[in-house]
């Protein structure tokens, strides 16, 4: 069992920035999993927002987020970030960390592919 806390969200306004951190509490090798972002607003589907490879060599982002969100991994610090930029109040939403034992490229945006999955942390941008 994998086990998964966020922490880092909070309320900003529009144009701010926020860090996520994801760390991983178990005592599996963090660096054997691939790790992803997503999100859901309120009446809305969870929805892909970045996926990094388990070495971090890899990312991959949503369309929406590309240049204003960075995801990194230290894997030594068994932990996962999201820099969020240039924040927006579209970005609302409860953010979750999900993680996938496979790496492969194919895949990564579909929640049906994780494994393991935090509690989520609120983040809200007023305008």
């Known amino acids: 069992q994998v086990q998964l806390v966020e922490s880092g969200g909070g309320l900003v306004q529009a144009g701010g920035s926020l860090r996520l951190s994801c760390a991983s509490a178990?005592?599996?090798?963090?660096?054997?999993?691939?790790m992803g972002w997503f999100r859901q607003a309120p009446g809305k589907e969870r929805e892909f927002v970045a996926a990094i490879s388990k070495s971090g060599g890899r990312t991959y982002y949503t369309d929406s987020v590309k240049g204003r969100f960075t995801i990194s991994r230290d894997n030594a610090k068994n932990t996962m970030y999201l820099q969020m930029n240039s924040l927006k109040p579209e970005d609302t939403a409860v953010y979750y960390c999900?993680?996938?034992?496979?790496?492969?490229?194919?895949?990564?945006?579909?929640?049906?592919?994780?494994?393991?999955w935090g509690q989520g942390t609120q983040v809200t941008v007023s305008s």
């Open positions: 999900a993680a996938r034992s496979a790496d492969y490229s194919l895949g990564y945006a579909n929640k049906a592919n994780y494994n393991y």
């Open positions: 178990s005592g599996r090798t963090f660096s054997n999993y691939a």
